[in-house]
């Protein structure tokens, strides 16, 4: 809705007065930008003063009547270095607001040491900041946080792993402490939340730990600016968010753009059909890959067996790229390879965003050497949201890591 000017001041009223006055009401309530038709058609008596004033100042507002010989002629805004009639619209986009940069010290643990530089490297709003990670004889943390006072009144943040719950504990004292050392605002930046997988009870006795974890989260003290911002990509279960309490506020990112990204790179990135291993991966991620064909997959139950099958789509001459949220012991991805690589597909790629691969369940997945889907995959995606498994594939084939970096940087922005 457009705002109300002010109405005209009498006639009678000094020159400098009406000055004053029109200057304080125009440029106190920043109307520049909200000058619309209907406002400046309510009043042709000011309307003219208007055009004077601006004729006097110099203020450059490029008002003109479309009709010069009537006094009831409608006013245009026009841009000051063109004649061409301007709307308030783009009148704004020619000039957008400059958001101010915000400055993050971010901590990081040792696992996510390379992620955190790399992170820095993509923004120099990024400053570093390092932890004493020790440990008492008795085997519990001894830790402490270098220069403390130099973070108050500063936005801070801190890059989790929480990779076994080993390492848990120690990075949980950290994350309870960073808020209350009067810091501006706090973000948790946790790529991976483990217990994901273990949102629901099948039977009377089943304990979810996802409900658990969240519920954890959800108690780390107010910072300055109020509830820590939890940023988290692709969790296992979109419902999850509910999970977590009102003194956290869960941002949840994707790693899928990034592999979009890296298929428009590949030579046959025109022949790309998207698969997915069960029904609910396709409720996690069929909208983010809307533009691609797609193929869904199904477990069945044979006897003491699950098998894979093809549930629909068509693989016949197609490169498919299996797409899930993580990867565990392998064995639902390989079968799927199994399967499209017997339906006709060319080539069988895939991408997960969390390698977890425990007890090195990646050596499982081989390399198709150029020969055929039915010898391997092609390509294996995975993100470094889970830095283990990425120092132990690092330089072996079928593995490519896509960095979260970037997202992550532009996360501590928000």
Request: net charge neutral.
């Amino acid at each position: 809705m457009a705002t109300a000017l002010n109405p005209p001041l009498p006639s009678s009223t000094p020159r400098s007065t009406r000055l004053t006055a029109f200057s304080s009401s125009f440029y106190t309530s920043s109307l520049l930008p909200k000058l619309s038709l209907h406002s400046l058609n309510r009043d042709c008596k000011f309307k003219f003063e208007l055009r004077a004033l601006d004729q006097e100042l110099g203020l450059g507002l490029g008002l003109r009547s479309r009709h010069s010989s009537s006094d009831t002629g409608h006013f245009q805004l026009l841009s000051s270095s063109s004649a061409t009639p301007m709307s308030t619209a783009a009148a704004l986009k020619a000039s957008p607001p400059v958001l101010p940069v915000k400055r993050v010290c971010l901590f990081y643990c040792d696992e996510t040491r390379e992620l955190a530089e790399r992170v820095a490297a993509e923004s120099d709003a990024v400053e570093l900041r390092s932890i004493s990670w020790r440990t008492f004889e008795d085997g519990f943390p001894n830790l402490f946080i270098p220069n403390a006072h130099g973070i108050r009144g500063q936005h801070v943040a801190f890059l989790a792993s929480f990779s076994s719950p080993g390492v848990i504990f120690e990075q949980l004292s950290i994350i309870f402490a960073l808020p209350k050392m009067f810091t501006l605002s706090f973000t948790l930046v946790l790529p991976f939340f483990p217990t994901g997988s273990v949102e629901r009870m099948e039977e009377e006795g089943d304990v979810a730990t996802a409900f658990t974890l969240a519920r954890i989260l959800s108690t780390i003290p107010i910072s300055r600016g109020g509830p820590t911002s939890l940023v988290i990509f692709d969790i296992h279960a979109l419902q999850e968010r509910f999970y977590f309490g009102d003194n956290v506020l869960p941002c949840f990112e994707s790693g899928i753009p990034l592999l979009k990204q890296r298929l428009q790179q590949l030579d046959d990135s025109n022949n790309i059909t998207i698969a997915f291993p069960d029904d609910g991966a396709w409720k996690r991620f069929h909208k983010q890959l809307q533009h691609f064909p797609m193929i869904i997959c199904t477990k069945v139950r044979e006897g003491d067996q699950r098998i894979v099958r093809l549930k629909e789509g068509n693989a016949q001459g197609r490169h498919v790229v299996i797409v899930d949220d993580l990867v565990q012991s392998g064995s639902t991805l390989i079968e799927c390879q199994k399967v499209l690589a017997a339906h006709g597909a060319a080539k069988v790629s895939a991408y997960v965003t969390h390698g977890v691969c425990p007890n090195r369940s990646w050596e499982r997945f081989q390399h198709d050497n150029g020969v055929g889907p039915e010898n391997g995959f092609s390509y294996f995606w995975i993100t470094d949201s889970y830095p283990l498994t990425v120092k132990q594939v690092s330089n072996r084939h079928p593995f490519e890591v896509l960095s979260l970096a970037g997202a992550i940087a532009a996360a501590l922005q928000i």
